[in-house]
């Protein structure tokens, strides 16, 4: 499979959409999908991380699949609401090298 930049993601899941999704859900719809999808990585991260023990109905979920939903809702709403995610991301580096550059360096609690 080929690496794909967040911008051809973003055109892959709208060409999708529109021909065999049919259309879009409504934004406050996908919202709600992405809480979901959300919620679903939580369950298996806990049980594959944390205490939680595995039900029977977790024990074939992958991590991989789960995230991959999470940012297939969320490419669906950055398409809707007309978000460019590679100029989200990188002007979001930005702000966190601007505002964190020391910060974390010169956390006493990360040494």
């Keep these: 499979m080929n690496d794909i930049t967040l911008r051809e993601a973003q055109t892959k899941v709208d060409q999708w959409i529109k021909t065999i999704g ?5 934004e406050l719809t996908n ?9 679903e990585l939580s369950r298996l991260m806990v049980r594959q991380y944390g205490e939680q023990s595995f039900k029977e109905i977790d024990k074939k979920k992958e991590l991989s699949d ?3 939903d999470v ?3 969320l490419i669906c ?5 007309g978000v460019d ?3 989200a ?7 966190k090298n601007n505002r964190d550059g020391q910060r ?3 956390n006493e609690k990360l040494k």
Excluded: C, P, R, S
């Design 22 to 26: 049919v259309k879009y859900f409504g």
């Design 31 to 39: 919202l709600g999908i992405l809480m979901e999808e959300v919620g």
């Design 66 to 68: 789960e995230m991959a």
């Design 71 to 73: 940012l297939w809702v």
């Design 77 to 81: 709403l950055a398409n809707q609401t």
């Design 85 to 87: 995610l590679t100029d």
């Design 89 to 95: 991301l990188e002007k979001n580096f930005e702000k």
């Design 104 to 106: 974390h360096i010169e």
